[in-house]
Protein backbone atom coordinates (compact mmCIF):
# COMPACT_ATOMS: atom_id res chain seq x y z
CA UNK A 1 0.00 0.00 0.00
CA UNK A 2 1.66 3.57 -0.61
CA UNK A 3 1.80 6.26 1.22
CA UNK A 4 0.90 9.60 -0.27
CA UNK A 5 2.93 12.53 1.68
CA UNK A 6 0.55 15.31 0.73
CA UNK A 7 0.32 18.65 2.71
CA UNK A 8 -3.23 18.39 3.70
CA UNK A 9 -3.95 21.96 5.43
CA UNK A 10 -2.63 23.28 2.69
CA UNK A 11 -4.76 21.56 -0.08
CA UNK A 12 -7.89 21.82 2.20
CA UNK A 13 -6.94 25.90 1.77
CA UNK A 14 -6.70 25.93 -1.47
CA UNK A 15 -9.41 24.16 -2.23
CA UNK A 16 -12.10 25.95 0.38
CA UNK A 17 -15.01 23.69 -0.13
CA UNK A 18 -14.59 21.78 -3.58
CA UNK A 19 -12.49 19.16 -2.19
CA UNK A 20 -14.85 16.76 -3.45
CA UNK A 21 -14.30 17.91 -6.54
CA UNK A 22 -10.46 17.35 -6.38
CA UNK A 23 -10.62 13.72 -4.66
CA UNK A 24 -13.26 13.03 -7.72
CA UNK A 25 -10.72 13.89 -10.61
CA UNK A 26 -7.42 12.94 -8.57
CA UNK A 27 -8.99 9.22 -8.76
CA UNK A 28 -10.03 9.80 -12.23
CA UNK A 29 -6.52 10.67 -13.03
CA UNK A 30 -5.39 7.76 -11.03
CA UNK A 31 -7.47 5.77 -13.08
CA UNK A 32 -7.20 7.22 -16.30
CA UNK A 33 -3.34 6.73 -15.64
CA UNK A 34 -3.02 3.68 -14.68
CA UNK A 35 -5.43 2.15 -17.66
CA UNK A 36 -3.22 4.05 -20.42
CA UNK A 37 -0.06 3.03 -18.97
CA UNK A 38 -1.38 -0.51 -19.17
CA UNK A 39 -0.34 -2.80 -22.18
CA UNK A 40 -2.14 -4.18 -24.64
CA UNK A 41 -0.97 -7.50 -26.31
CA UNK A 42 0.87 -7.34 -29.51
CA UNK A 43 1.28 -10.61 -30.84
CA UNK A 44 4.50 -9.27 -33.11
CA UNK A 45 6.34 -9.19 -29.88
CA UNK A 46 5.64 -12.49 -28.96
CA UNK A 47 7.66 -15.85 -28.60
CA UNK A 48 4.69 -17.84 -29.67
CA UNK A 49 1.98 -17.22 -32.05
CA UNK A 50 -1.11 -16.12 -30.06
CA UNK A 51 -4.51 -18.03 -29.94
CA UNK A 52 -6.80 -17.96 -32.73
CA UNK A 53 -8.85 -14.80 -33.00
CA UNK A 54 -6.83 -13.08 -29.67
CA UNK A 55 -7.35 -9.31 -29.60
CA UNK A 56 -4.89 -7.39 -27.07
CA UNK A 57 -6.72 -5.14 -24.15
CA UNK A 58 -8.09 -7.60 -21.58
CA UNK A 59 -5.45 -6.23 -18.93
CA UNK A 60 -6.81 -2.99 -19.99
CA UNK A 61 -10.65 -3.49 -19.51
CA UNK A 62 -9.55 -5.14 -15.74
CA UNK A 63 -9.00 -1.95 -13.60
CA UNK A 64 -11.63 -1.35 -11.97
CA UNK A 65 -12.93 0.67 -9.41
CA UNK A 66 -14.37 0.27 -5.70
CA UNK A 67 -15.00 2.86 -2.83
CA UNK A 68 -14.08 1.42 0.59
CA UNK A 69 -14.28 -1.86 -0.88
CA UNK A 70 -11.58 -3.34 -3.36
CA UNK A 71 -12.93 -5.07 -6.37
CA UNK A 72 -11.65 -8.55 -6.79
CA UNK A 73 -12.99 -10.26 -10.04
CA UNK A 74 -12.12 -10.12 -13.39
CA UNK A 75 -13.76 -8.96 -16.39
CA UNK A 76 -14.16 -11.33 -19.54
CA UNK A 77 -14.36 -7.93 -22.22
CA UNK A 78 -11.31 -6.23 -24.05
CA UNK A 79 -10.59 -2.34 -24.27
CA UNK A 80 -7.75 -1.72 -26.18
CA UNK A 81 -7.56 1.75 -26.43
CA UNK A 82 -9.02 2.05 -22.82
CA UNK A 83 -11.64 4.66 -23.35
CA UNK A 84 -14.74 2.08 -22.52
CA UNK A 85 -12.30 1.63 -18.73
CA UNK A 86 -11.75 4.99 -18.18
CA UNK A 87 -15.40 5.78 -18.81
CA UNK A 88 -16.66 3.27 -16.55
CA UNK A 89 -14.53 4.33 -14.04
CA UNK A 90 -14.82 7.93 -14.11
CA UNK A 91 -18.86 6.96 -14.10
CA UNK A 92 -18.51 4.80 -11.49
CA UNK A 93 -16.23 7.83 -9.31
CA UNK A 94 -19.27 10.01 -10.37
CA UNK A 95 -21.52 7.79 -8.71
CA UNK A 96 -19.45 7.32 -5.08
CA UNK A 97 -18.91 9.14 -2.34
CA UNK A 98 -15.99 11.93 -2.43
CA UNK A 99 -15.08 10.60 0.88
CA UNK A 100 -13.60 7.26 1.81
CA UNK A 101 -10.97 4.97 0.57
CA UNK A 102 -11.16 4.55 -3.65
CA UNK A 103 -9.42 1.40 -4.75
CA UNK A 104 -8.59 0.91 -8.52
CA UNK A 105 -7.88 -2.96 -8.96
CA UNK A 106 -6.57 -5.05 -11.60
CA UNK A 107 -7.33 -8.81 -10.42
CA UNK A 108 -5.90 -10.53 -13.52
CA UNK A 109 -3.44 -13.51 -12.55
CA UNK A 110 -0.55 -11.86 -14.89
CA UNK A 111 -1.10 -8.40 -13.06
CA UNK A 112 2.36 -8.32 -10.96
CA UNK A 113 4.12 -9.89 -13.64
CA UNK A 114 3.43 -6.70 -15.87
CA UNK A 115 3.88 -4.81 -12.90
CA UNK A 116 7.32 -5.80 -11.98
CA UNK A 117 8.55 -5.17 -16.31
CA UNK A 118 6.85 -8.72 -18.23
CA UNK A 119 5.96 -6.61 -21.07
CA UNK A 120 8.30 -4.21 -23.21
CA UNK A 121 5.38 -2.01 -23.43
CA UNK A 122 5.46 -1.09 -19.96
CA UNK A 123 9.38 -1.99 -18.79
CA UNK A 124 8.59 0.34 -15.39
CA UNK A 125 5.33 -1.08 -15.07
CA UNK A 126 1.94 1.04 -14.05
CA UNK A 127 1.23 1.51 -10.29
CA UNK A 128 4.55 2.53 -9.34
CA UNK A 129 4.92 5.27 -12.06
CA UNK A 130 1.40 6.38 -10.90
CA UNK A 131 1.93 6.88 -7.40
CA UNK A 132 5.53 8.87 -8.12
CA UNK A 133 2.91 11.04 -10.41
CA UNK A 134 0.16 11.14 -7.80
CA UNK A 135 0.53 14.43 -6.28
CA UNK A 136 0.43 15.88 -9.61
CA UNK A 137 -2.61 14.80 -10.20
CA UNK A 138 -3.58 16.23 -7.28
CA UNK A 139 -2.25 19.79 -7.72
CA UNK A 140 -3.58 19.32 -11.47
CA UNK A 141 -7.49 18.61 -10.32
CA UNK A 142 -6.59 21.64 -7.40
CA UNK A 143 -5.76 23.77 -10.59
CA UNK A 144 -8.82 22.60 -12.70
CA UNK A 145 -11.19 23.52 -9.57
CA UNK A 146 -10.65 26.81 -8.95
Not at 42 to 63: C, H, I, M, Q, T
Not at 117 to 140: C, D, K, L, R
Amino acid sequence: MANFALDLRALIEKTKGRADEVARKSVIAVGTSLVMKSPVGDPSLWKEKPPPGYVGGRFRANWQHGLNVAPSGTVSTVDSDGRDTIDSIGARVAQAEASGIHYITNSLPYAQALEYGHSTQAPNGMVGITVVEFENYVQQAVAETK
